[in-house]
């Protein structure tokens, strides 16, 4: 049954009429930093993947980097980042986390957009939560929005509900632990309370890569906006509720068997973990 609802899903995907879609436009792909691919730990905390920044500490998601080459790999994608944070923040930070050629993800990135570039909300008050009195113009990445796809864990951190079109809500983030046990023991309302919201939780960055790459495929073989078939994968692999299903652990399968395991290279080094 679940196998049958994703291909009506797929389908109805297929049936729609591209909007200005062309294979040879530049694509744009935007992350946001915060909760989306990186996570403000305890000043104790240390690992390879926590990075210090501005005097806080941050956890690397698992599998930006994978997925960052992944998209410099392809042809006319561009990356670009928009996050809340201060400019100085921002950039110290990206600047920090190296793909394997030694460039940082300041250095591939197209445009870094930061608290200067947010948009007032006019009428908002000073005591209204910050995502209600600013929001990000998805415009200031490129006006061609038909091949830009924003993740970001806020739904409506964005201009306006015509541009939250353009946005994959990756879901509800957590805080990080590194082992399930830990998380066991904590409390709080950013602590996930089973293995399978953990487990999805640190390999959400290798499910949207290889949920990407299907999409990607599906809108150039099949002449689809670029913007719409990723946006689809959102409710494909159910993020809002953030637990596994069929969709998303084939897409975790998928990018596994797309990349050559080589000893010395990121998904070799990973495989074990990339188990369910």
């Known amino acids: 049954m679940i196998s049958l609802l994703f291909s009506l899903m797929a389908c109805s995907q297929l049936s729609r009429a591209p909007a200005a879609f062309s294979a040879k436009a530049t694509k744009h792909v935007v992350f946001d930093i915060d909760w989306t691919i990186t996570s403000e730990v305890d000043a104790s905390l240390k690992g390879k993947r926590i990075i210090e920044v501005e005097?806080?500490?941050?956890?690397?998601?698992?599998?930006?980097?994978?997925?960052?080459?992944?998209?410099?790999?392809?042809?006319?994608?561009?990356?670009?980042?928009?996050s809340g944070g201060s400019k100085s923040r921002n950039h110290d930070?990206?600047?920090?986390?190296?793909?394997?050629?030694?460039?940082?993800?300041?250095?591939?990135?197209?445009?870094?957009?930061?608290?200067d570039d947010l948009t007032i909300v006019e009428g908002s008050k000073p005591t209204d939560k910050f995502v209600q009195r600013y929001k990000k113009d998805l415009r200031k990445i490129s006006s061609d929005l038909d091949n830009l796809i924003m993740f970001d864990d806020a739904e409506h951190f964005v201009l306006s509900t015509a541009q939250e079109e353009h946005v994959l809500v990756t879901g509800k983030g957590f805080h990080h632990f590194d082992s399930f046990n830990d998380a066991k023991v904590a409390t709080g309302d950013y602590v996930p309370r089973t293995y399978a919201e953990?487990?999805?939780?640190?390999?959400?960055?290798?499910?949207?890569?290889?949920?990407?790459?299907?999409?990607?495929?599906?809108?150039?073989?099949?002449?689809?906006?670029?913007?719409?078939?990723?946006?689809?994968?959102?409710?494909?692999?159910?993020?809002?509720?953030?637990?596994?299903?069929?969709?998303?652990?084939?897409?975790?399968?998928?990018?596994?068997?797309?990349?050559t395991v080589e000893s010395a290279g990121c998904i070799g080094l990973m495989a074990p973990f990339l188990k369910i």
Do not use: C, P
């Open 55 to 82: 005097g806080k500490k941050y956890f690397v998601h698992d599998g930006l980097e994978d997925f960052i080459e992944n998209l410099l790999s392809k042809k006319n994608i561009k990356i670009s980042f928009f």
């Open 93 to 115: 930070l990206l600047k920090k986390i190296k793909i394997e050629d030694g460039r940082s993800l300041e250095d591939v990135a197209y445009k870094i957009l930061n608290r």
């Open 198 to 259: 953990w487990s999805f939780a640190r390999k959400k960055l290798y499910i949207l890569n290889g949920a990407f790459e299907n999409a990607l495929e599906n809108s150039e073989l099949n002449d689809l906006s670029f913007s719409e078939t990723i946006k689809a994968q959102e409710q494909y692999l159910n993020l809002a509720g953030g637990e596994w299903n069929d969709y998303s652990q084939k897409m975790l399968n998928k990018l596994v068997q797309n990349k």
